[in-house]
């Protein structure tokens, strides 16, 4: 099937064009490799790898196989920082020191700001252009066969666990686990209901002060201590996690931001106005049901100290969200605007039910991947022996780096083996999952798999070898 037109695709950045303009954006000094894991109390700081986009291709449009893809990480978090200028982040203890200070203004400035919205369109058609192919709501809609469709959906219904939450419950260490999980909820709830907001500025009615009641709620009735975000961090305080704004960048998954980045790509593109009004109703009609099984599998795991507010406070408000989003904003949208709106309300119900699996299977995936480290690092030698034999060839790529290098985390597009020459490697493969590699040891990394590297010894030799599916090489 052929792309739909895309927003802004006419004015969006080229070849070669765009590339540089990309690198450019990504060169700002906020935006270079880490030395350390972490982002310390700066939320201004997100590792971008500048040296790797000049390499990457974002003209063309990733088919669904390919989402996941390297190209495809990079270009979420490019779209994260160029959507998050828009919001506001301090850091919890000031602007003194530690250069936060410079940092906030590099964040703000009009330079960062104006390069962020040249490549965004472009971004944007390469990070969401295959719901094209992946969404079909062509036909003839009415309100009777909305009505239909909505029903038909069972929003409201309890469903089983997901398969994230499935991979939790079975992991080799589940604390582990469902701290990775609330993790890549950070983008989204820490800053909780800032891409709504951007669709309750402007005039069409009583929907938009129906939607602003909504965001009043997110907000806790502008009382701190009952605001969303609030009770978030108080649930991963009690995980034994901080809560400083993306101090955890490194971890995030790609269908992580995908999910969080496609609200902010329906808010800041308001000819998607529609979409991201099936979207919110999908959203908190099916809310309901997860915060009670997030609710109890937290629990699960961590016992007593879980404190699990912010998941029970949404079990009852956003009973409350779904039927205002339905008869408050759907509804009177179609009387009002006509039954020309419907397929673009339906398509934001099913674009946003297709990321959603997307990242249910991605991160079921990591955690298995976490899990399975030890095998992992076991099935190099049988890699390796194909590999040094000649039996099998591929090719390879020879690293020399110093003590304390750290490669931040990135993924590959097809299966590879590292291979320990010399010195010793700290190979992580998630929030507090690594395994170490000595020499003539390695591992086999899985494609599209996040993990990152430090070395531990004064040098490490080491050699990647991109063999396409370690499987066939021991077959």
Known sequence: ????????????????????????????PLYLDNEEWQNSDNPYRRQLRPQVLRHLDFDRVPGRDEILDYSSLAVQRLLTSIYEADLVFL?????????????????????????????????ERYAFGFLDDEIETSGTWTAESLESYLESLNAHEAAGPSLSEKAISNSTDRERAARMWLIQFIPDFLSEASPMIRNVLG???????????????EYGYGVHDTKHSRLFERTLESAGLETDVHR????????????NNYFHYLGKNHELFFRYVGALYYTEATLVDFCRRATALLKDVFGDRADTQYFTEHVHIDQHHGRMALEKLIRPLVAEHGEQIIPEIVRGIEEYRRIQEIADEDFATQIAWMDNGPEFKK????????????????????????????????CHDGDELCHIVSGTMKFVSGFDSHQILEAGEGTVIQRNRLHGAIIESEECVYQIHSVGDYKKCMS
């Open 203 to 217: 005039y069409y009615g009583a929907p938009q002060s129906e939607w602003f009641k909504i965001i009043i709620d």
């Open 91 to 123: 850091p919890k203890n000031g602007l003194q020191g530690e250069g936060r200070w410079e940092d906030f203004k590099r964040f703000y400035s009009p330079t960062n700001r104006v390069l962020g919205e040249m490549i965004r369109p472009a971004l």
């Open 379 to 410: 099935l190099h030698a049988p890699v390796w022996d194909a590999l040094s034999s000649g039996r099998v060839t591929a090719p390879v790529a020879d690293i020399v780096e110093p003590y304390g290098e750290l490669s931040n985390t990135h």
């Open 1 to 28: 099937m052929s792309h739909a037109p895309f927003p802004y695709e006419p004015f969006a950045l080229h070849g070669q064009e765009l590339r540089d303009a990309v690198v450019r954006y990504a060169s700002n």
């Open 248 to 259: 955890y960048w490194q971890y995030y998954l790609n269908s992580s931001l995908l999910m």
